[in-house]
């Protein structure tokens, strides 16, 4: 049952009670009834009243994150319900013996009293157990519940091996948080295969995706949501970009898969707008801010307060996009077996378009992030390295009847538009002898995994390659995207509907597991759909150029 938490707001939302974070048992199904305005009561995780108040203790109802761990630091993410100071203890054991204190930001409005604290110094290969603890800015004796959490840092010896998930779209096409099937249960069977990490691949939120209280499918069965005022309408304001990170966090299987794995995050469109791009003005009437600008700089700020990402989270002012070297793209180092490029294919794009210019230094990377991708790709001495794309290379993914979103066309000759940064990447990969390279994605709402070979290709200038798309996690499914042959793409597996925006009722959560042996540096790869059913595996071998 909900429990009201003291106190009263002038502008209401529905906070969750705290769960656990460290209990390895699953929790009850999501249940409750559904009012209009979105009270709906979650049992063992509920909705409560507003908490703002101006007596009692702080509370971390919103549970913990943490991102971006490596080998000896990490990110770890709370927040308050009122102005508070932020309190970090890490141990080795859950005794909290020997801990040491991390002091924290002050969490106040200006972050919507989010706040992330950075660890450092961590034991390599460890699992570190965190609590957090909120404490009265005025009053440090006065404490908050500590909320606890748990990781794993990454390991300095490559025979410990490392195992990860990755997927993306969450709260996408109307399919939210439906208390009859317990919430968005593939986080919790994600939780309990115990990954190092978890790579979420873009479309965290769907900030342009109104939550309606049900949907009527096509067999006559109803889809139920838990709604809230900012899921009743597309994001514009900053308070509503805000509150549709907070939506994700109303389910517990999110909130407890958040306490035990950490995460590497990237963005795509939907955490702005479907299908955007810079300098875009809209034609759209659901929108009274037409120009993407200022949408995406709303969304970036918001996306930097409620994700951990270490690009964003540097000294001086909140965390947020743009200015002071704060972005998306990223290395993170997972240890001498495996290093994670995480790519913005986004922020700093052309203009959709139908993508047939024959000179293109923007493309779809930018020119700086693309030789910043060089330099880190030809510095790295991992035995893997994952380009953690949010949008994939081959696939035709159109904007509309003439434009197109991705990086093909359909047209399979020679590269052209965005494929022409890409052709230049590949060929330096190729010619630097680059090895290990893997490239995984989302974003088309069905699962396969496509490899590409250079004697099938029309551009031949590069070493063969592998490419696995997962996902969606918590949102529609669609049919397979059409293959564009200009880098000489083999479907190898695909397993999509025949007809668009299947619910998950009708079509699981698809996600990807990434296992690396310490012993032979193997990789491999499984496409998995919630169930624990394995639909599709592959064994890579590492020291090949490309792959």
Known sequence: MSRPVPGSSPAPEYVPESVPSTAPARRGLLRGSLAASAALALGGAGLAAPA??????????????????????????????????????????????????????LLGAGTDFTGTTALRGLPAGEQIHYRVTLADPDDPRRTGEPVTGTFRTAPDRRRDGVRFLWSGDVAGQGWGINPDVGG???????RRLDPDFFLCSGDAIYADGVIEPSVTLPDGRIWRNVT???KSKVAETLDEYRGN???????????????????????????????????????????AEKDVDVLAARAARAFGEYTPVSTLHVPG???????????????????????????DMRSYRNPNSPNR?????????????????????????????????????????????????????????APLGRELQIAELLRFVKHRRITGTLWLTADVHHTSAQHYAPERAAFQDFAPFWEFV????????????????????????????????????????????VDIDGHSGELTVRLRAEGGKVLFGKVLRPGRVGQ
């Open 228 to 230: 809230t005022p900012e």
């Open 317 to 343: 002012g909140h965390g947020g996009y743009g200015g002071r070297g704060r972005r998306v793209h990223r290395v993170v180092r997972y240890g001498p077996l495996l290093d994670v490029f995480v790519l």
């Open 52 to 105: 703002f108040a101006l007596s009692g203790r702080p509370r971390a109802a919103w549970g913990v994150q943490t991102g971006d761990v490596t080998a000896s630091s990490g990110l770890v993410w709370v927040r308050s319900d009122r102005p508070a100071r932020m309190i970090v203890e890490t141990s080795a054991t859950e005794s909290f013996r020997r801990a040491r204190r991390h002091r924290g930001p």
């Open 184 to 190: 968005f249960r593939a986080y919790d069977e994600m």
């Open 245 to 287: 990170f907070r939506y994700n966090l109303l389910d517990h299987n999110v909130r407890a898969f958040n306490a035990r794995v950490p995460s590497i995050v990237q963005w795509d469109d939907h955490e702005v707008r479907n299908n955007w791009y810079p300098g875009q003005i809209l034609d759209d009437p659901r929108y």
């Open 470 to 513: 997962t996902g969606p996690l918590a949102a529609g499914a669609f049919p397979a995207s059409a293959l564009d042959g200009t880098f000489g793409p083999e479907r190898v597996f695909v397993r999509a509907p025949e007809r668009g925006n299947l619910s998950p009722m009708e079509s699981p959560s698809y996600f990807g597991e």
């Open 357 to 413: 210019q024959a000179d293109d230094t923007t493309g779809i990377l930018g020119a700086e992030q693309l030789a910043w991708l060089k330099r880190e790709l030809a510095a790295s001495t991992a035995v893997w390295k994952v380009l953690a794309a949010d949008m994939p290379i081959g696939l035709v993914v159109p904007d509309g009847a003439a434009d197109f979103e991705a990086i093909a066309q359909g047209d399979p000759g």
